[in-house]
């Protein structure tokens, strides 16, 4: 019976005429009212260039962007074949009860990066992220200051292809209602590198408030709540991949649109991935473990703490949701609430 109200045409016309509205709102100027007023006044200072995603337009693909290419060049240059059969090595070898049983064992296909590079790449990187440009590309989509979430630099190898797993299905990020990734190619991809994918569908201008019913059941942690590709074939209305030359990005809302990657077939890859997020969103890192990342770079540009900006970018949490619990309740809320399509 719910099910049924939750795939309802009924149900789609409350949430985008009353739930949807009053939970933006909340949203922007009572949960993020910090970065809501930052938002003003960085743009009051003419900040306004940036690239233009938006709510009609959650998926931007960036080609031919020198930056891009120069940092992928620069990472690539630290991620010689020596680097990377180490990786690979790794990868290899069995290692069981990980948290993620789709990326475990025998299946294990991709590992973390970031912190095997040399100081000096790590900064490009932070560099980069916390640029003016990327700064005012999140503020404008999510219309509050954003909060550097996550960087996260992977290597992908092809390993049972044949068992498309995790997060080689496609999926919505269930960690909040907002945010904006930039995902970057570092090396040359293509169809046989497991290219990063997203697609558009019916009902995204409702994000994480609308959801597609058939999703995986399975207990196995990793696949639970993904989407198999004959049904997002379905779904779908575009698709927009990653695939070409080193240094082309993908910006996305990875809460909003469904994505999906990782899933090489005969090559691997290397993407790096920034999140920029909100201080509600439940993948938001405690300082602690944040400044793992960003230390170096902190450490070289200390005046960072004098800047409200970027004080507020790289340091900002709120004592409303330190211990999650209330994220957990503003998400379950988005689950309970969202329309089934």
Not at 14 to 39: C, E, Q, S
Not at 133 to 150: E, G, Q, R
Not at 258 to 273: E, F, N, W
Request: hydrophobic share 40%.
């Amino acid at each position: 019976m719910i099910l049924k109200i939750k795939k309802s045409y009924f149900w789609f016309i409350i949430l985008k005429f009353l739930i949807v509205p009053i939970f933006d709102f909340i949203w922007k100027n009572i949960i993020n009212i910090h970065g809501r007023l930052l938002n003003f006044l960085w743009f009051y200072k003419k900040k306004n260039f940036f690239y233009n995603l938006n709510q009609a337009k959650p998926i931007y693909k960036l080609e031919n962007i020198q930056e891009l290419k120069n940092l992928a060049t620069k990472i690539l240059s630290v991620c010689d074949k020596n680097f990377l059969k180490k990786v690979e090595e790794e990868i290899k070898t069995p290692t069981y009860g990980w948290i993620n049983e789709s990326n475990d064992g025998e299946d294990k296909y991709f590992a973390q990066l970031f912190d095997r590079l040399d100081e000096d790449t790590k900064n490009e990187i932070i560099k980069f992220a916390s640029s003016d440009l990327m700064i005012s590309t999140a503020s404008n989509y999510l219309k509050v200051f954003p909060i550097l979430s996550k960087v996260a630099l992977t290597y992908h190898i092809p390993r049972n292809y044949e068992k498309q797993r995790g997060a080689m299905m496609f999926h919505k990020d269930e960690f909040g209602y907002k945010s904006m990734d930039i995902f970057i190619a570092i090396n040359d991809i293509d169809s046989e590198t497991g290219p990063f994918k997203t697609v558009t569908t019916k009902f995204d201008f409702l994000g994480p408030f609308a959801r597609i019913y058939d999703e995986d059941k399975s207990m196995i942690r990793g696949n639970r709540g993904k989407i198999k590709n004959e049904v997002i074939n379905k779904k779908k209305i575009n698709e927009i991949s990653i695939e070409g030359k080193s240094g082309t990005a993908i910006l996305i809302d990875s809460f909003k649109c469904y994505h999906a990657g990782g899933h090489c077939k005969s090559k691997p890859r290397i993407l790096l991935r920034i999140l920029y997020g909100t201080v509600d969103n439940l993948s938001l890192p405690s300082i602690d473990i944040m400044n793992k990342t960003t230390s170096s770079y902190l450490n070289i540009n200390m005046n960072y703490r004098e800047d409200k900006f970027k004080k507020f970018f790289f340091d900002k949490r709120s004592i409303f949701f330190n211990n999650k619990k209330l994220s957990k309740f503003l998400y379950q809320f988005i689950r309970i609430f969202c329309l089934k399509f």
